[in-house]
């Protein structure tokens, strides 16, 4: 049950000031209407969502005012990589070592498009070596301090958009979501 909650949470990790009506969240989680209207009364009911009618819509958005919102999101962001790695098997030894860093998997690997022959589109947030050995894939590595993540998500730089809007957290799921928290309570 839980997990239809997470695909509905889902829609707003790439912009959490997203609003959304009842329909498009419907169609883009891919839950029947009547499901969807279900789950969406039920995080109303514990503050994690609010909506505001627009016209003749009623809209949808995260209450970034409720700390059990962004733990929500943190659970979301843990979900997607669960998906991820049962669609991706190689990650899991991957990922059993011991890693520091923030990594965020971007590009047609996190839209789940990728063959044997993609590259792996990697952002690292952070220090610390990587057991790229484990991984069959050709890296495409962007590596950043966590500084320049900040400073790059304030900027609204363009890859930093990019990479928001499809892409699978490996690890740090908390450090991540917290900066985009940040972030969104600022702006």
């Known amino acids: 049950m839980y997990q239809k909650r997470y695909k509905i949470l889902e829609l707003y990790l790439s912009n959490f000031k997203e609003k959304y009506y009842l329909r498009q969240i419907s169609a883009l989680s891919r839950l029947p209407l009547r499901t969807t ?11 994690i969502i609010k909506s505001k009618m627009e016209g003749k ?7 970034l005012q409720n700390i059990k919102t962004k733990l ?11 998906n991820f790695i049962e669609k991706y098997k190689h990650f899991k030894s991957f990922l059993k070592e ?3 860093a923030c990594l965020v998997v971007f590009g047609s ?3 789940y498009k990728a ?6 589109d990697l952002l690292i947030i952070g220090n610390g070596d990587l057991p790229y050995y484990l991984l069959p894939y050709k890296i495409h590595q962007i590596k950043i301090t966590k500084k320049q993540f900040e400073k790059f998500l304030s900027e609204g730089q363009a890859l930093i958009k990019e990479i928001l809007e499809n892409h699978v957290i490996l690890t740090n799921h908390s450090y991540f979501v917290n900066k985009l928290w940040e972030y969104y309570e600022k702006s």
């Open 37 to 47: 209207q279900r789950l969406l009364n039920e995080l109303e009911k514990e503050k």
């Open 57 to 63: 819509n009623k809209y949808y958005f995260l209450n």
């Open 72 to 82: 929500y999101l943190i659970i979301a962001e843990i979900n997607k990589t669960i």
């Open 98 to 100: 011991k890693i520091d």
């Open 109 to 111: 690997f996190s839209t």
């Open 115 to 120: 063959d044997i022959n993609s590259d792996l």
